[in-house]
């Protein structure tokens, strides 16, 4: 068994961060290795035979107000601008989500939505964002009434769907990620840098390894009885790492149905989310993300299920109190594998933005070295 100094368990977005970290600066080989049979984790995409950019996991922006994690990823690729817009079908119309003035317009008579929207600049703050469950906190009639129609309307059944509980069951900081915008801005997102790698995240990871220090084998599941390394740097789950001892961290899936459609378009837009109708939770149209041409489109409906081993992939840790101290148990056993280092989303059982990901990669790189 050869002797290994550097061993990266992923070739997800962390994994190649700190594998490159690793042969960039320190200039020493680094072994990366991934149970899957392509690099990207679930960042991966590629082109189908129409040459449409695929997300096969699912649509991928990258946002982010980090300085650092931009120009390091901008060393890697060039980049496709593009402000993510999504709509929500409610109540028969398209309504732009997260909720908005222009969403007051949409689903209120005009008297109505004009009152409400004054009373939001006036109490929020022309260009603030608050979430939902502050928003219910108010102490007016109309608003109340705003957050309750909002609440049931865009949050509790998509929440039933995507999550399998309520969202008063989950860690406040999920409803938090979307908020209610005093603007007319349909953004979705409101980061500095907001953007899509222009040849794809494949290229983009695949350009992060391309270090000559850097071995990558795929189809290659992590067992530490088959490798010999002086230091492991683990993005898979960390409950699987320890065989489940302690019982095993739940998860969301996801489930996608990508079909081919022969019209040049689906929808108007890349992303339409369906919180009260239907199994799925949106619909995305992969060609809106690199603004591709084509004369058929291509579209993926998404089911959410709960994870199970063996049948789906891993997704979403689900932010709740018992999960987080199970996996809190799991740490103390992580303090006693001193050459093994968790991070990534699974490794750190954290629902984690790509930029928060790099980052978290680029720091512990520093911690460590």
């Not at 489930?255 to 995305?284: A, H, K, L, W």
């Not at 101290?325 to 050459?339: P, W």
Request: aromatic content about 14%; hydrophobic content about 35%; some cysteine.
């Amino acid at each position: 068994m050869r002797k290994i100094k550097h061993l990266v368990v992923g070739a997800g977005l962390s994994g190649a961060v700190m594998a490159e970290r690793i042969a960039g600066v320190l200039n020493e080989p680094v072994l990366v290795i991934d149970a899957r049979g392509h690099i990207g984790g679930n960042c991966f995409d590629y082109r189908d035979k129409n040459g449409i950019c695929i997300h096969k996991y699912g649509p991928h922006i990258f946002h982010t107000s980090n300085g650092e994690v931009w120009h390091y990823l901008s060393r890697f690729t060039k980049w496709h601008p593009f402000f993510l817009k999504v709509q929500a079908y409610i109540d028969g119309k398209m309504v732009p989500f997260s909720f908005n003035l222009n969403s007051l317009k949409k689903c209120f008579p005009e008297d109505m939505a004009q009152r409400i929207s004054q009373k939001l600049i006036n109490i929020v703050g022309y260009g603030n964002r608050l979430s939902i469950l502050k928003l219910r906190e108010q102490d007016d009639a109309d608003l109340s009434f705003l957050a309750d129609y909002i609440y049931r309307k865009g949050f509790l059944n998509y929440y039933k769907k995507q999550w399998g509980v309520t969202p008063e069951e989950l860690d406040p900081a999920v409803a938090e990620r979307v908020p209610v915008s005093v603007s007319t801005n349909d953004d979705y997102f409101v980061d500095r840098y907001q953007a899509i790698p222009q040849d794809g995240y494949t290229k983009m990871i695949e350009n992060i390894l391309a270090h000559p220090l850097i071995e990558v084998r795929l189809n290659t599941p992590y067992d530490a009885e088959n490798f010999e390394a002086e230091n492991v740097y683990y993005t898979g789950p960390i409950d699987e790492f320890f065989n489940y001892e302690l019982g095993e961290l739940p998860y969301r899936s996801l489930e996608f149905d990508i079909r081919e459609e022969n019209t040049p378009y689906f929808q108007n837009g890349v992303v339409v989310s369906y919180p009260n109708n239907y199994d799925f939770t949106r619909i995305c149209e992969h060609k809106y993300f690199l603004n591709d041409k084509s004369d058929r489109t291509v579209i993926s409906l998404e089911y959410p299920a709960a994870f199970e081993r063996g049948k789906n992939e891993r997704y979403y840790p689900v932010p709740q109190d018992k999960n987080l101290e199970l996996y809190n148990r799991y740490l103390l056993l992580a303090e006693n594998c001193k050459n093994v280092h968790f991070f990534g989303r699974l490794g750190d059982y954290r629902y984690y933005n790509m930029d928060v990901a790099v980052a978290r990669a680029l720091a512990l790189f520093k911690e460590l070295y």
